[in-house]
């Protein structure tokens, strides 16, 4: 059994920052990749950024050099720092994360429950 909770979504305005935070709990072996999307109304999931074990990350091409993804592996944590923040990017963000349960199992996905951001004056 594995847990994914998420903090830190809110309500910002456009130009502010934000970070959010997944923290992974229970039956965990490893952790490989760790990522962030997005879903907003009427519009499809969409992958923010990711970060592998080896701590390579990519980037939507919207994001790039605004928002930073990282991660601290003794706390099985990812992190998402969002700045100069902008209305389109208000969406409920969700993590993700790829959890082996024990050494004899491939990885398996983990969704997060989602947190809403809103970027708004």
């Known amino acids: 059994q594995v847990q994914l909770e998420e903090s830190g979504g809110g309500l910002v305005q456009p130009g502010g920052s934000l970070r959010l935070s997944c923290a992974a709990s229970?039956?965990?072996?490893?952790?490989?990749?760790m990522g962030w999307y997005r879903q907003a109304p009427g519009k499809q999931r969409e992958l923010v950024a990711v970060?592998?074990?080896?701590?390579?990350?990519t980037y939507a091409e919207s994001v790039k050099g605004r928002f930073t993804i990282s991660r601290a592996n003794a706390k099985n944590t990812v992190y998402l720092q969002m700045g100069s923040l902008k209305p389109e990017d208000t969406a409920v963000y969700y993590c993700?994360?790829?959890?082996?349960?024990?050494?004899?199992?491939?990885?398996?996905?983990?969704w997060g429950q989602g947190t809403q951001v809103t970027v708004s004056s």
């Open positions: 993700n994360v790829a959890i082996r349960g024990s050494k004899y199992q491939g990885p398996l996905n983990f």
């Open positions: 229970g039956s965990i072996f490893s952790i490989n990749a």
């Open positions: 970060i592998l074990s080896g701590n390579s990350t």
